[in-house]
């Protein structure tokens, strides 16, 4: 199944915004749902609505089925050693933050050490520092390369044996750049610290194997990967998670309460309070099924020919400013326009049905680093097709025109 083919399966993609179909171009961000995704959350509320886990009745047992079979796809599909391991969370910013409350300041104290990367998503760096704050810990930065690649050498060099904490992004959602974790966790496993990654913007891509990653947490959220918003997952190891307290409190998460003291269910269930995202779960699986049936190899295979077709089309544009590296990217690309603000590039972009995303793409530290205020991003998935590279790159060439540039 090519793209064109695979775009007529969702929906949302069959329209004109402001006179022109649409070019979607902002998967990074949140990806479009397949028809398939959708029947699944709208027969769950027509069939199966109920609460889980509580109720003996059809429904109820429906439901409960759904929500825990959606849990065991998620661990297929990250190849976690057993269903346990996956708790469900509104996202990647709940279970980075769960990770941050629950483990890490239990775990960490004045002179330890947390290591991160300027690239970081505020998402997998905002907890770090309140962790550090909170308990006197220090946040270390592993430095970056012009290109935003980073070395295995400063790897070593950052990471000490007073380091508790070693949080990467796999996929930066700026720069493209697609960080060694493996390696990285290696390195911090040797010094006895844990490894944490962001799998946001690798998740919906490519294979993840979290055995072979051997990380010790990998959260990821189902809304750019086909599933519906509200949806997430944190993997962890059994034997952290085991040890880890919830943050939460209230129904479903308890096994005895008295009037003084309670206690808690085992894992995963400790840290799902109240009544779950059930039909976001059951989403999230039919968008494991589809993103299967197509193949994630083919997805990945895919969009690396794509995102270099992108790169190599606007490099040829006059005065454009593209970040990250040349190669061995992921499929997006970020870039600056000559003067022109990103906001106003996408504005223009917009009149022309072409869809991306502009300001800080929630990295600030990053942007910074990269001496830009904001920046334009193209992001590409599995839907995306040469033909939308190539009317991304008359829209800038437009976009160039009407802001009164030359035109490369």
């Known amino acids: 199944m090519n793209s064109a083919q695979i775009r007529k399966l969702f929906p949302i993609l069959d329209q004109e915004v402001n006179g022109h179909p649409l070019v979607y171009l902002d998967s990074a961000a949140s990806s479009q749902k397949p028809i398939s995704v959708i029947e699944a959350v709208k027969h769950y509320y027509e069939h199966d609505n109920a609460n889980v886990h509580r109720g003996v009745h059809t429904l109820g047992s429906r439901a409960t089925d759904a929500y825990e079979g959606a849990r065991s796809k998620v661990a297929r599909f990250i190849n976690a050693k057993r269903s346990e391991e996956i708790v469900f969370t509104r996202g990647t910013t709940t279970s980075l933050n769960l990770v941050a ?13 947390i290591v991160i990367t300027p690239m970081e998503h505020h998402s997998n760096l905002i907890p770090w520092q309140q962790v550090a704050k909170a308990t006197g810990a220090t946040l270390k930065y592993i430095p970056l390369q012009p290109d935003g690649t980073i070395l295995l050498s400063d790897v070593e060099q950052v990471i000490t044996d007073r380091t508790k904490v070693v949080s990467v992004t796999h996929v930066s959602n700026v720069l493209g750049v697609i960080n060694p974790v493996k390696q990285i966790g290696e390195i911090a496993h040797r010094h006895g610290a844990i490894m ?30 086909c599933a519906p918003t ?21 129904g479903e998460m308890i096994d005895e309460v008295g009037l003084y003291d309670s206690t808690w269910k085992e894992v995963p269930y400790r840290f799902e309070g109240g009544t779950p995202i059930i039909a976001g779960a059951v989403g999230l699986g039919a968008a494991i099924d589809f993103l299967q049936e197509i193949g994630m190899d083919e997805i990945e295979q895919h969009e690396k020919q794509l995102s270099a077709y992108a790169y190599e089309r606007l490099s040829e544009i006059e005065g454009i400013t593209l970040y990250g590296p040349t190669k061995d990217r992921s499929g997006l690309v970020t870039f600056n326009l000559g003067e022109v603000h990103p906001h106003d590039v996408a504005t223009v972009l917009d009149a ?39 009317r991304l790159v008359k829209g800038l060439i437009q976009t160039k025109e009407y802001f009164g540039y030359a035109i490369g």
């Not at 629950?102 to 002179?111: L, P």
């Not at 990654?197 to 809304?223: E, I, R, W, Y």
Request: proline residues 3%; aromatic residues 8%; contains cysteine.
């Open 196 to 225: 944490v990654v962001d799998g946001a913007q690798s998740t919906p891509h490519m294979k993840v194997d979290v055995q072979d990653l051997d990380c010790d947490f990998f959260a990821f959220s189902g809304h750019k990967m």
């Open 352 to 390: 022309e049905g072409i869809a991306i995303r502009a300001g800080h793409h929630c990295c600030q530290p990053l942007m910074r680093w990269l001496e830009a205020s904001s920046t334009a991003r193209a992001s590409l998935y599995l839907y995306n097709t040469e033909e939308d590279v190539d």
């Open 101 to 113: 409350s629950s483990y890490a300041r239990a775990n960490c104290k004045e002179g330890d050490e």
């Open 230 to 250: 509200g949806i997430g997952a944190l993997y962890g190891k059994k034997a952290l998670l085991n040890n880890m307290e919830p943050i939460e409190f209230g």
